[in-house]
Every structure is written in structure tokens, then in C-alpha cells.
């Protein structure tokens, strides 16, 4: 399975913005390397600003040149972006309705072994309640590419999250077409659907591969945009198969379930079952082992599937 | 400070670095230059300066360490299992998954830890905050807390700056590592922090500067802290990132890669025969 690098499309996405827009601005604290701004940094040292240690600093010069015309990304890990300059954001970007890209690497617990300090798994819920602010998780590389060409046409603050680890490639055929605000249905099904977001959407195509061998049939979307969310896809999902899994390397609470739990509770309710990280931190471990642990494996989704069938009384099934 | 202590100190300080090397090694990731060039710092604090025992870690009396550089984890970790807080086997389940030793120190596994750190810029203000809670208590504790000079551009430490002197915070010494690098380059490239002292002069407190990887001086720095009063002091440092392994000091690159068995083996290898 073909795997690529979100932070080396985000570098490259921004090299080519760069090119053809002047006004693009780059701010990054002391991890260009990281993030790959640094690709942007080289070609145009001008218009990139290193902020050094100083993430609060990082978002309010950000502010401070949207505010004047420029469209500025401003990078970090997702932990510093969201968390440490968090109320920076609430009040200089968000509030301020300025343009400012917020666009981090090192989302979920694949940040591995640096530690539960350094792994956001809140990132999403701390974006996503503040007003006006579009929240996207990219599934794979090629969709963070067309996120980054997308955000920089949109007037408005924005959060990105991108990872530490390379994702496998979902769309590889070339006829993808991000559209914010615009879950992607990447297969279809009738008994149940699973709604999932970033790394998780590939977990959730392997479960629904294998539940088919079950004879569960999955409708499986890729809620990249998490705010605005797709209300009508996620009603229409409801209608159609009755139950919902959401999956997201997050907390379940005020992630992507949450918010798919708030369009339901209110329009369409059905069974839901949240995949994610329960009410606790991170620790120290290779991504993959720490995916096992935290149980977002597609087992995990699997056997999440399988139970919420039993909560849909009025259907009979024949699970193997 | 007598010629043998010295000298126990600086075999102490060996096999520390070994330690560290065959730590990150093992964990295939983490912080090498940052963790060399505190080990003088740290093994003058743990086994010369400091009051602890790792027999009783939370006796009331004890002197606190805050690592607010906390990538700087295996240095710590090497010390306390010298010292004797676990076993140093733990050492080489360094970021392993359910491992006491986390990727940055977090006192919820690790004994001899204070407080968690990790995220850069908030060490001072803890070490603030432990310093005061000791003096309503009555307690003659002093309180150490180390940091980066990368990390010293985070905004915080400069409010923690102000406190530690609004409160004549004087049971608290400040140690800052002026390796003169961060993930980026060289500090003064990256986001300049110069003149250093002068802005915690400015800021209300005492400044002394010596030799990282000197001994005499560290001890020296660390009793004329003690015997300042009315202000918190700081000792800066100057160190070399990477030190002690010739082909890691001053390389930007060796921040957070881990050696490999081949740079392992040199290093040993160099460590052995100086
Ligand atoms: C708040 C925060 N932002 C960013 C980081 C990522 N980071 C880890 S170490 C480091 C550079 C620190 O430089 P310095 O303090 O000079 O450390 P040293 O040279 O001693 O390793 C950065 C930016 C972090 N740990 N915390
Ligand atoms: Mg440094």
C-alpha cells in the first residue's frame, strides 16, 4: 500500500501558492523543518518569518498581516498551534474574522514516542468550538494538497491538521475534488455507515472490506471538512442505513463524532457509536502500536460496526 | 571543592553520556545535542549540590528539580537511576509503549520527577510556584529549574521572569543552557535573544555566567545562588550542544535524531578514550 507524507504535499502545495501569489506569508516556531515550510522559507526568505519558541507571538503577527492584506499560513506542531496560543486565536484570528491559516503537523497520537505532551488529541474540539473557524483533516496527501490550493482562495481563518506520520493514499485516481464543507462518500453501502476523518478514514475502507466478507454492507465517508460539517450527508447517511460509526484519532468528545452527534441528536437520530480516544492522554510508543492501544484499528471498527447492527431492532441479519 | 571530588564527579559524568547514547539508541528516537550538554549541570545538582533521597523521593525537606527543557528527558532519567530512583534497566525502555520513562519527564511514571514538562516555556512559572508554596510552609528547600535558550522565547518565561523577583523569589536558581542552538539554527539566526543578562538584570535578577562543562564553576555558581537573598538568580551557562561527542557538538541536525549503531559505537568509542 502506497503511503505519502502530508507535510511534504503541505510544503509543496505552499511552495507553488508562494510562486503565484505574492501576498502568501509564511510564519513558522522553530520547526520549518518539520512542517516543511522551510521549502517555502528557501525559495522566498522575505516573506517567511520564523517566530523562534513563541507560538503566541506566531499567531498574533499572523493577525497582524492578515489584517493588512497578506494571507498568512502559520505552522507548528498541532499541540503548540491550537493549545499554547489558543486563546491568540480565539482573539486575534477568530474573533477578528481575519485570514489566517492555521495549518499543524503532529495531530493524534502517531506523534509515537515524544509523549502524550506533545500529542494533540484535543486539537480538533479546541478549533471546531471557536466561532468562525473552518476545521479540515485531510485523509491522505493528495487531498491535503487541494486543501491547501482550496484555503488560500477562502476568506477566512481556517485549522488544518496534518500528521507526524505518512498516510496510505486513498485518492489515487486523480478525480477527487475537494470541496470545504463537502464530505467525500468513498464507498457505498446500506446496513451502516462510518464516518471517519484524517488517518482513520483508511482504517475505516479496510473494515468495510471486511465486514462485506461478513455480509455487512458499509457506507464509508470521509468527513474531511469537520466544520463547516455536511449536515445533509450525514441525515441522508442516517436515513439510508440506520446507524453511525464515526472513527477519529481524537478524544470522542468535541471531535468528529461529537459533531456528527449534534447534527443527529437534533434531526435524524439514530444509534451511534463514537471510535476514538476515551477520556484520557497519550503516551509514549510507536505510532502503530500506540493505534493498537488506543483501539483505532480497523478491528476496532469492526467490531463497533457489528454491535450498533444489534441496535437496529428492526432488521434481520445474518453476521458470520 | 577538592581535586577527588572532581574527578568522581567527571567519571560520574561518563557514564552518564554513555547512558544517554545507549538510551536514545535503544529508543531509536529523541533529543541527543540538548541532553549532552546539560550533563555537567545535572550531575553537579543531583550528586554534589542537591538535597534528595531517592529512598524517600517526597521527603518535605528535599531540594526540587524542575527539567523545563524537558526534551532533555535522558539526562534526567540517566541521573535519577544513578542516583538510584529506579533501576537502570528501565533506562533502555526509554519511549517505549508502556515504559515509566515517557518521551518527556512526567511525574505520573517516573519517580524523582516534579512536574511534567515537555511543552517548552512553562517550567519557570511551576519552579515559581513550588518555590512559594515552600516558603509558606517554612520549609528551607531551594528549587532548581533548568532551561533551554531556545525555550527562553516563549513569552512565558518572561512573566514568570518578572514574578520570581516581584516576589523576591529567592529560594529558586535558574539555570539556563546558552548552547546556542534550537531545531531551526543558531538561536541568534532564528529569533535573537541577546543581550541575555542584561534582560534578566533588567527584569530584577541576579546573573551569573560561567563554564557549562566546568565543575569548579557550576558548584561555585550554585553556592553564591544560595547566599543571594531578596532575588532569584540565574546562572547562565554556556554550554556546547551535542558535547562530548565530537561529530554531535555543534550540529543543528543532532537535536532530536537519535544515534545509530555505527554513531553509537564511535561515541563509545570516543567517550572511552578521552
Ligand atoms: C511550546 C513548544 N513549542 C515547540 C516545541 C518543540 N521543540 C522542542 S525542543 C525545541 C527547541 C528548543 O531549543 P533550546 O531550548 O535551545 O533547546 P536545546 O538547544 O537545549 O536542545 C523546540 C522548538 C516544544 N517542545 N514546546
Ligand atoms: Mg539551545
Known sequence: MEKASLREAYGRALLELGRRNENIVVLDADLSGSTKTKMFAKEFPNRFFNMGVAEQDMIGTAAGLAASGKIPFASTFAIFATGRAWEQIRQSVAYAGLNVKIVASHGGITVGDDGGSHQAIEDIALMRILPHMAVIVPADAIEMEQVIYTIAEYEGPVYVRGSRVNFPIIYNNGDYHFQLGKGSIIREGEDITIIATGLMVHHTLEAAKELENCGISARVINMSTIKPIDKELIIESAKITGAIVTAEEHLIIGGLGSAVCEVLSESYPVPVKRIGIEDRFGISGKPEALLAYFHLMPEDIIEAAKRLLDCKPYRLRAIA | ?274
Not at chain 2, 518572561?158 to 523569589?169: F, L, Q, S
Not at chain 2, 540565574?234 to 537519535?258: D, R
Request: net charge negative.
Open chain 2, 1 to 274: 571543592m577538592e581535586e577527588a571530588d572532581i574527578e568522581r564527579l567527571k567519571a560520574i559524568a561518563k557514564d552518564i553520556r554513555k547512558d544517554i547514547l545507549i538510551m536514545l539508541n535503544k529508543a531509536t528516537s529523541g533529543h541527543t545535542g540538548g541532553s549532552l550538554s546539560v550533563v555537567e549541570i545535572l550531575v553537579a545538582l543531583f550528586f554534589s549540590k542537591m538535597r534528595h533521597d531517592p529512598n524517600n523521593v517526597h521527603y518535605r525537606e528535599r531540594d526540587r528539580f524542575v527539567l523545563s527543557k524537558g526534551h532533555a528527558a535522558p539526562a534526567l532519567y540517566a541521573v535519577l537511576s544513578r542516583c538510584g530512583y529506579f533501576d537502570r534497566k528501565e533506562l533502555f525502555e526509554l519511549r517505549k509503549l508502556g515504559s515509566h520513562l515517557q518521551g518527556h519527564p512526567d511525574s505520573k511514571f517516573t519517580p524523582g520527577v516534579e512536574v511534567p514538562t515537555g511543552s517548552l516555556g512553562q517550567g519557570l512559572s511551576m519552579a515559581n510556584g513550588i518555590a512559594l508554596a515552600l516558603r509558606l510552609d517554612k520549609i528551607p528547600s531551594r528549587v532548581y529549574v533548568l532551561l533551554g535558550d531556545g525555550e527562553v522565547q516563549e513569552g512565558q518565561v518572561w512573566e514568570a521572569a518578572m514574578t520570581a523577583a516581584h516576589y523576591k523569589i529567592d529560594n529558586l536558581c535558574a539555570i539556563l543552557d546558552n548552547n546556542g542552538l534550537q531545531i531551526d539554527g543558531w538561536v541568534k539566526d532564528v529569533m535573537n535573544i541577546e543581550p541575555l543578562g542584561k534582560k534578566w538584570e533588567a527584569f530584577g535578577w541576579e546573573v551569573l555566567e560561567i563554564d557549562g562543562h566546568d565543575f569548579n564553576q557550576i558548584l561555585d555558581a550554585l553556592d553564591k545562588a544560595e547566599k543571594i537573598k531578596g532575588r532569584p538568580t540565574i546562572i547562565i551557562a554556556h554550554t556546547i550542544k551535542g558535547k562530548g561527542v565530537s561529530f554531535f557538538e555543534n550540529q543543528v541536525k543532532y537535536h532530536g535524531i537519535a544515534p545509530n549503531d555505527i554513531e553509537l559505537e564511535k561515541a563509545l568509542k570516543e567517550l572511552d578514550s578521552n
